[in-house]
């Protein structure tokens, strides 16, 4: 484990946080719920294509700021079993990974405008504005962890 110092603002200021040995830009994001966000690492932005390849080391300081260029929009996600429809905030260059990690989508079939997308492209398939998602519980017993 490995410790940082986390800044969010706006939100609940510094803080110390642990993070596997190893972990990337991309894992914080997730683990600390920080999407939408631009991030400085030592007082150097990282784009967000970078994340997910800059690896963090012991120590650092992340400043995770609220976007101040507007670039946010909404899809409407439809959580089966679950919550069912809600309009949910994604910024430019989420992709469905992002989405599944924020919103807990884990193990769920994600179908969008009509089209399945397999986990495995998750990664490179990009959340469009106005689009229709469905996260249904598998009928087929598959699940994954």
Known sequence: ???LTL????????????IQSNATIADLVCQENLHGRDIIVNGTGVPQNQWATTTLTS????F???SVKGNIDQVTLIVIP?????SVTVSAGDSLSDLVCRENLHGRD???????????QWNT???????EIFATGSVKGNTYE
């Open 59 to 62: 120590n650092s300081e992340v």
């Open 1 to 3: 484990m490995e410790n």
């Open 7 to 18: 800044i969010v603002i706006p939100g609940p200021g510094a803080r110390s946080v642990q």
């Open 82 to 86: 679950g919550p069912g429809a809600r």
């Open 110 to 120: 994600i179908i969008v405008n009509g089209t399945g997308v397999p986990q495995s």
């Open 64 to 66: 995770a700021t609220g």
């Open 125 to 131: 398939t990009a959340v469009i504005a106005n689009s």
